[in-house]
């Protein structure tokens, strides 16, 4: 979608669409309401009056004009008291839906009669809104395009009378926030055997050379020789070569101490020897989405130019049965050096970001942030609306769960207790993968603990709200989300002081 900042009036803009918010209780008198309402003859006021248009959050009536803009829809937004960037985030978003309803391909958005929300806070959530809300994943569908097919919105325009610099400063940051989110989404939307871990690969050349960012990618060969047995021993029981990504973002001084970010790049989980039920197992192509939240933060980070040094690695495996795969009882190595007795063989996260995590620690950073889908009992524990978040650095997890409020992709902390820890003893090696049933997220939380050494690390267990079903206006229903790669760029962001 392209987007820009206007800084125009929004009774003359043209414009196929132009949305503005209503809020509980407006009645048309003051700002930009007042004027559309005199360049319509008193339309505006009449729809208020009706009571069919309370400002309430769902609804929204559609005007025609004669000049300027040819549509105006009026988009109830809630209580002025509640409005925040996420509200307007879903606001832009449902114009775009409108604009797909009344099958038109541009949208301008009016920032006005929003307030209490900052105006670059605000520009940055709308154009979020408007360009996650016009991402689709078509690329695999052969289809041509006939006149009944959906309407892609392709132009998005963001309005408003406040500090026109913040403005325009918020729409330019919040469409590269957005392009990473998208690309996210892309990555994980690809089938298992279209995003294999080259493709990632491949994938991180091409972000690299388009937004110049340092790339690195260890193939099988490269692991054996540094000893990362624990991702080596998962990519055992497949034909695809695993890979390890690191991208490298140095916008800080030289010598300064990188943030790092570390995503499960797992392609296709079917659960190895400790094979899973066929039902739902296609989902298991989402299981890259933390390696491809990274990817689409580092690419907004460096399209942002933030000032300090970033450095993502992704660990990229499949996990599939065969003949040569790792059996439970196995005891493996690990670039850490602890040995590991897999218990099972589909707790195979782990095992790949325990040497990515491992290589990470020996850079030295400042703080090491991983996301992963890692288990199924985050999903009972916080359902859909939040990730886990927990960490050997209580005010880093506070950090990540205010860059989570901030960027609308919430996270929530679980605890990392010594008696935790002890359900991951093992008889035979230093520790086993698995740790029961009891506290699954948090037993596999503190197995990573175990490969960080002294650095100062949290992991984000996103198993229940990177992909899946969600209502949220700037998701399309269901399938590959982008969480939280906002969150991620929020957190390094806010780190840039
Ligand atoms: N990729 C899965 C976790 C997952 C589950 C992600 C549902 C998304 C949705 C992970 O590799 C896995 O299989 N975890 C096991 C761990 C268990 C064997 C200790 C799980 O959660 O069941
Ligand atoms: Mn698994
Ligand atoms: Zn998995």
Not at 102 to 124: H, W, Y
Not at 332 to 342: D, F, H, M, P
Not at 354 to 361: E, H, I, P, Y
Not at 467 to 483: C, I, W
């Amino acid at each position: 979608m392209q987007l820009r900042f206007v800084d125009t009036d929004a009774t003359t803009h043209e414009t196929p669409l132009l949305a503005v918010p209503v809020s509980k209780g407006a009645d048309g008198s003051k700002g930009v309401l007042a004027a559309l309402d005199a360049s319509l003859g008193g339309a505006v006021v009449r729809v208020l009056d009706s009571g069919e248009m309370r400002g309430a959050e769902a609804e929204d009536v559609v005007l025609y004009g004669s000049s300027g803009p040819r549509r105006i829809v009026l988009l109830g937004v809630g209580d002025v008291a509640k409005l925040d960037a996420e509200k307007v985030r879903s606001f832009a978003a449902r114009a775009v839906r409108v604009a797909e309803r009344l099958r038109v391909t541009s949208v301008a958005v009016v920032l006005d009669g929003l307030d209490g929300v900052e105006d670059g806070t605000a520009a940055q959530a709308a154009a979020e809104g408007l360009a996650l809300a016009a991402w689709r994943f078509t690329e695999l569908k052969k289809k041509d395009d006939d006149d009944d097919g959906p309407v892609t919105v392709t132009g998005g325009d963001v309005l408003g009378t406040g500090n026109a610099d913040a403005l325009a400063r918020g729409t330019l940051a919040g469409a590269a926030i957005a392009r990473g989110s998208n690309l996210t989404r892309t990555l994980q939307a690809r089938p298992g055997n279209v995003a294999t871990p080259t493709h990632l690969a491949e994938e991180a050349r091409r972000i690299a050379g388009s937004v110049g960012l340092e790339v690195t990618i260890f193939d099988e060969d490269r692991m054996r020789k540094e000893g990362m047995d624990a991702l080596l021993s998962v990519s055992r029981g497949s034909a695809e070569e695993a890979r390890l990504i690191i991208l490298e973002h140095n916008g800080g001084s030289e010598g300064d101490p990188a943030l790092i970010l570390v995503g499960k790049g797992l392609t296709f989980d079917a659960g190895g020897i400790s094979l899973k039920p066929p039902a739902g197992m296609e989902d298991m192509k989402f299981d890259m989405s933390g390696g491809a939240a990274v990817m689409g933060a580092m690419q907004a980070i460096a399209e942002l130019g933030l000032a300090i040094n970033v450095v993502g690695i992704v660990p990229s495996s499949e996990n599939l049965p065969s003949g040569t795969a790792t059996k439970p009882g196995d005891v493996i190595g690990s670039l850490a050096g602890k040995t590991i007795e897999v218990i099972n063989t589909d707790a195979e996260g782990r095992l790949i970001l325990a040497d990515a995590l491992a290589w990470g620690a020996r850079m030295k950073p400042a703080a090491m942030v991983d996301c992963a889908t890692l288990t199924g009992s985050v999903i009972i524990a916080l359902g859909h609306h939040a990730a886990a978040v927990m960490g050997n650095d209580d005010e880093l997890v506070r950090e990540l769960i205010d860059a989570g409020t901030a960027s609308g992709e919430r996270c929530w902390q679980l605890p990392l207790w010594d008696e935790y820890k002890k359900q991951l003893e093992s008889d035979t090696a230093d520790l086993k993968n698995v740790g029961g049933r009891p506290g699954g997220s948090i037993t596999a939380g503190c197995f990573l603990s175990e490969f960080v050494g002294d650095t100062t690390w949290a992991h984000l267990d996103i198993a229940g709200t990177a992909f899946g079903e969600s209502k949220l206006p700037y998701n399309r229903g269901k399938g590959a989300l982008g969480h939280p790669t906002r969150l991620l760029v929020e957190w390094v962001r806010s780190r840039t002081g």
